[in-house]
């Protein structure tokens, strides 16, 4: 059977080892700058992955059996449309669309009202700003917190608004009531209407104002109460949402009273090395051949999962203490994989300012 793949960089080399080892053909689909992953595919063609057309046009004429991609916004709406052009198994065109639009996804939620989220108005440029605060102020298409910023008072909505713009292509971004509380995000995987929540994330984060993300953990130690509501929040969301088939993240905060608010979900696995490497980890479960069976049409459902700890520490200028301890610990049994990059540390306002980690499995939580 013959794959597409969308994207080539380095972090997706599990869905081509994957496929390979699957026996698949595999169809490499990406820019040639940057195209890490091509020599790990048979076939490579230079094409952005957003141009979706003359990518369903390739699929169409070499007969293509499954199209999938991976925690790459980018991608999703591509994926779809190639999906429903070519009859392979996928979301619809305009599930995709609505997903990676924030103020849609807000709007879907809001109409279905399956889920507490916070209070949101859409702004153009120019708009009147509401004076409620905090807020956050965020572009709508955006992605790794880029553009994201904690308001707390009207002096700060002008900077806010120029970072959201500058990290924005559409003519609105969006402002939200602001919601403390723990974040979490949750990895699942669907197939023809069918959702299989794999794993809980608890997040920890630079905070306000721009919430970059230090370490992941899974499982996480909430209240198995309070889990059990998330995950069926989570079914309820990828059904209002149609969001049928493929990986999903979906991202959350819960307040200290326990309530469930909302944040976003993409319709991919997560990024920062929770969709190919924790999920699995964790559980047991391999996630990344998942996906290729969900493109390929052909699922097994996943099964009893394994019950172990898993977690990435981020090193930066906000977490140095983090180049220590994986000098320290880099040869530990739990020690998965990690990276220090030859670089200053940066203080974090966006993911990519972030410069190595260190994953651990073990049979607890490992802190530092
Ligand atoms: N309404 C809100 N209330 C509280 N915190 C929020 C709110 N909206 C966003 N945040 C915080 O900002 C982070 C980034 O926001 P959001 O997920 O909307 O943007 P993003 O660009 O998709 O970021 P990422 O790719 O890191 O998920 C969230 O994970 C959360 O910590
Ligand atoms: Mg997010």
């Known amino acids: 059977m013959k794959i597409a793949i969308l994207g080539a960089s380095e972090p997706h080399l599990p869905l081509y080892l994957k496929a390979r080892d699957m026996g698949l053909e595999t169809y490499c689909i990406a820019w040639a700058e940057g195209a890490f992953c091509r020599d790990y595919a ?35 709406p591509t994926m779809a449309y190639v999906a429903d052009k070519c009859g392979l198994n996928g979301i619809s065109y305009q599930a995709a669309l609505r997903a990676v639009s924030k103020k849609e996804m807000r709007k879907r939620i809001e109409q279905t009202a399956v889920c507490r989220q916070p209070g949101f108005t859409v702004l153009r440029q120019g708009d009147p700003v509401p004076e409620i605060f905090p807020a956050v102020i965020k572009p709508t298409d955006s992605s790794c917190s880029n553009g994201v910023s904690k308001v707390s008072c009207a002096e700060e909505v002008q900077a806010a608004l120029e970072r959201a713009w500058a990290a924005s292509a559409s003519d609105e971004i969006m402002m939200e009531e602001f919601i403390d509380g723990r974040e979490i995000s949750v990895e699942s995987i669907s197939f023809h209407g069918r959702h299989y929540v794999l794993a809980i994330t608890d997040k920890e984060t630079t905070g306000a104002p721009y919430f970059v993300e230090t ?9 198995d109460a309070i889990q059990e509501e998330v995950r069926n929040t989570v079914r309820d969301l990828l059904d209002a949402l149609e969001l049928t088939d493929g990986a ?36 047991g479960y391999d996630f990344v051949k998942g996906m290729i069976e969900v493109a390929l049409d052909r699922f ?35 020690a998965i994989r990690w990276k220090i990059d ?27």
Do not use: M
């Open 42 to 76: 048979d076939h490579f063609f230079d094409i952005s992955i957003t141009e979706k057309e003359k990518i369903a046009d390739l699929c169409a004429k070499e007969k293509i059996d499954g199209i999938v991609s991976n925690a790459l916004e980018l991608a999703v």
């Open 215 to 223: 370490a992941h953990h899974q499982p996480s130690s909430l209240p």
């Open 248 to 283: 999903s993240h979906a991202e959350f905060k819960i307040t200290d009273e326990g309530e469930i608010y909302f944040i976003e979900i993409g319709a991919r696995g997560g990024g920062d090395c929770i969709s190919y490497d924790l999920v699995q980890l964790s559980t």
């Open 300 to 334: 097994t459902v996943p099964e009893a999962v394994a019950g172990n700890y898993a977690g990435i520490y981020y090193l930066s200028q906000d977490t140095s203490y983090v180049r220590d301890f994986i000098l320290k610990n880099r040869d530990k049994n739990w």
């Open 342 to 368: 030859d670089v200053p540390l940066k203080s974090l306002k966006r993911s990519q300012d972030r410069s190595g980690y260190i994953i651990y499995k073990s049979d607890h939580k490992i802190i530092i």
